[in-house]
Every structure is written in structure tokens, then in C-alpha cells.
């Protein structure tokens, strides 16, 4: 009996049967937040999945059933159990993974190097190992995130260049993964339909076929792998559009003399209106990352996106101004721009003047409250340019040090101790809601995630998309 899936003669329901009885071995290339939820998943409906890695503590980890990825409900127990049977072993040898699997699943990040343009680095280091063990009737899924037309310009004639198997006589699909750190088993096994997209018709159906029994949602599969690509990147587009409007808007609460989030709110009532929610910027490894797979990846010009980046980085500078503005307007007239009864405008050197002479504390480093995660974290970017004008910065978080930055770590028990001139809340972290604010002397207080209420202390509260309270 073969064990490949891909242009043989056995009948699906002969091929299910073999995958769901452990005859098709899998292995999975990275074990990082996403990889080893898709592992663990790949496992309990196999039996045979082998996880690969470069980092052997994590292989370690993983061989002795411990997780080494956290925050994710149920993980930890699903490894512990995958690992005791044997249906979920660990190796950094990816070549020696590669000759023993059938099914070869790519989940490392595509990121960008420092001019922004896409980096691949990692994902071809993998193809190239697998392509060392590819058989004919292997099948190669990308579930990682790929710029469109990276699978067919790129990754699919590498495999056949480096393998010497000739197209046609193996199977590559990309199937994008739609997860979110914090709920990554659930999102893996069904939150969101499956989109699956082959390089060739047998291809797609290969995959589709293994998704099916993988996932309890529906299986979308689209023409070919750009279309998989697009699909995914498409998403992180629409996000990162949608975001920039938001904050655009927000941008415009003085001005308008409203609540945009209010408005926002109202306007959502309507069926054909979705705006999404006003921040201090976009972190995260997905969002802030897509509109560079389109912009700096093919040769074309795409003003919105371009737009919407500029929108969104500069939010972190926004968040800054208005904590320098009300820093000037409490050294000089005890109001600031905005405040329903006020009306003063400090002098244009005045807030940064302010800014030079006062301790700020920025309360969140990563991008998201509850996960582990800094990459293009709005808190950072606000630590950087507070200590860009001269602010002394005190950073707080529960989940990560302020390592590697100009600041000062701090806990939320000693904030009413450090007296600082002025609080930024840039990640809603649950700690933060042990800050005790009636105890900290009178601040400016800049809320980016609109989940203060301080109108019965003495501290003067901007809330991004509210202004001023």
C-alpha cells in the first residue's frame, strides 16, 4: 500500500482512511505559537507527525511534553498527552523529518527585512530541507503567510530544481493559516472555513481532502495557490485599511467636537458599515507586515496601502502629542485644547518643552492584552518617541520587560510611588486594572484603548477617538 496521497490510485475514502490510521506520516516546520497548535492538531487526527525546529529547547520541550508555547487554553495537555503515545515527536533535523514524511507542512514566519521589502529567508531554508526527502506523491503545504505568486514564482520550482522531481510528480498547496495567538487550537480546528489552493488541480484536491478531515468548518478551496495567498493577505489589507480609517477619524475628535468612537459606534447600526475600533497604532506579526507583500513585492502602486501604513505608524506620535499637549497646558493655564471648558492652546514649543521635563509611564509593551508578543507594538514605538523628545520613560507590563529600551521597568504596585507627570495605557492588559489611580497624585493621563474611567480623580483624561474628559 502507498503512502502518498498525491496522483495515486487509491480511492479518497481509501486515502482517508490511511491518513486518519497514521500511514501517512506528517511533519510540521516550526513549532513556534502557530506551528505547534497545527502540530498538536495534525497529531491527534494521525498519530504520526514529527515537529520540526531549530531550537532545541524547544525540541526538548516538546519531546518531554511540555508546551513551550503559552497563553493557549488546552495545549499544554494536548502536548503532554501527543507526546506520551508517541503521536507527536520533536527534532531539529529537518532533513532527516523530510525523508520521513509523505506530508511536509511549512508554518515559519515571512517577515521583512529593514527596507521593508518581504524575506523569504526562512521559508526557503525549509523548502530546501524538505526538498532533500521529497518522493514522488509527497505533498508540500504552506500554511505560512506568502506574498502572492511567491508558491509558483518561487518556492514550486525550487522544489523541483532541488529535489530533481519533475512538477506533476508532487503535490504543493498553500493553505494559509487563520489563527489568532490565544486561541490558536479552536481557530486550527474550525473558528474560520479552511481556504485551500493547489499549484496543480490534483494538488488542491489532495489538500482539500486533508483539511476535511482536519477541520470541523466548511473547506473553501480556490483556483491555485496566488489565489490562496491573496485570500489570507487580502484579510490582513482590509485590517490594516479599516484600522487606518478609524484612527483618521479619531484624528478628528477636537475638531468635530464629538465622540468618533460614539459616532463609530452608530454608524455601525447600519448593515453596510463596519468601521473598526480607534488605537494607538498596529502591532502584531500579521497586520503592520501584509501591505508590504503587495507594495514592496510586485511592481505596482497601491496608494490606499501606502496611505493606510502612513495612518497607522504615526499614531504612536499622535499619542505623544496630545500627552505633551496636556503637559503644556497644565504647566501654563491649567486647560488644554478640547476640554469642554477650556479652550487655551499652549504655545508650539511649549509641548515638547513639557514633554523634556517629565516622567511618563507607559503602561503595556506588546501589541495585544494577554499575548506575548512586541513585534511593531504601538507601546514600544511610544516609549521610542517619548524618549525621542526627552521624556524620563517608565515602562510597565506584565508579560514582557522593557529590555532593549530607553525606559525604566516598573509594576503596577509601585506607579502610585514613581508619581509620574503622565500615563499613556497603550496595551489593556487585565493587570493594569489593579492600578490604583485615586493614589497616584493628578496626571495627564493618555487612554489608547478606551478603558478608563477616571472622571471621579483628580487626573486629566484624553481618551484616542473620545479627546478630552
Known sequence: MTRALYDTLASPASQREQFRAGEIPVAVYGLGKMGLPLAAVYAEHTGAVTGVDIDERVVEQVNAGNSPVQGEPGLDSLVDSLAADGSLTATTDAGDAARDAAIHVVMVPTLIDDANDPDLTAVEAVVDEIATGLLPGDLVVLESTLPPRATADVIHPMLVERSDLAAGTFGVAVCPERTSSGRALADIRGTHPKVVGGVDAESGRVA??????????????????????????????????????????????????????????????????????????????????????????????????????????????????????????????????????????????????????????????????????????????????????????????????????????????????????????????????????????????????????????????????????
Open 208 to 469: 482539500e481532502l486533508v483539511y476535511d478531515e482536519l477541520v470541523d468548518n466548511e473547506i473553501v478551496r480556490v483556483d491555485d495557490a496566488t489565489t490562496a495567498e491573496a485570500v489570507k493577505v487580502f484579510e490582513g489589507l482590509y485590517r490594516d485599511v479599516n484600522i487606518a480609517l478609524a484612527n483618521d477619524l479619531a484624528r478628528l475628535t477636537d475638531e468635530f467636537g464629538v465622540d468618533v468612537r460614539e459616532a463609530i459606534d452608530a454608524a455601525n447600526t447600519q448593515p453596510y458599515c463596519e468601521i473598526h475600533t480607534p488605537g494607538p497604532g498596529v502591532g502584531g506579526h500579521c497586520i503592520p507586515y501584509y501591505p508590504y507583500f503587495v507594495l514592496n513585492w510586485l511592481d505596482v502602486d497601491v496608494p490606499m496601502l501606502s496611505t493606510a501604513r502612513g495612518v497607522n505608524d504615526a499614531m504612536p506620535a499622535f499619542v505623544v502629542d496630545r500627552v505633551a499637549d496636556g503637559l503644556a497646558a497644565t504647566d501654563t493655564v491649567d486647560d488644554v485644547v478640547g476640554v469642554p471648558d477650556g479652550g487655551a492652546t499652549a504655545s508650539d514649543s511649549a509641548p515638547d518643552a513639557a514633554l523634556a521635563d517629565a516622567t511618563v509611564t507607559v503602561l503595556g509593551l506588546t501589541y495585544r492584552a494577554g499575548i506575548r508578543e512586541t513585534r511593531a507594538s504601538p507601546g514600544i514605538d511610544i516609549c521610542t518617541e517619548l524618549t525621542d523628545r526627552g521624556a524620563t520613560v517608565l515602562a510597565a507590563d506584565p508579560l514582557v520587560d522593557a529590555a532593549g529600551l530607553a525606559a525604566t521597568d516598573v509594576s503596577v504596585a509601585e506607579l502610585p510611588e514613581c508619581a509620574p507627570d503622565a500615563v499613556v495605557l497603550a496595551t489593556a492588559h487585565e493587570a493594569f486594572d489593579a492600578v490604583d489611580w485615586a493614589a497616584m497624585p493628578p496626571a495627564v493621563v493618555v487612554d489608547g484603548r478606551d478603558v478608563l474611567d477616571l472622571s471621579t480623580t483628580e487626573h486629566r483624561q484624553y481618551t484616542v477617538g473620545r479627546g478630552w474628559s
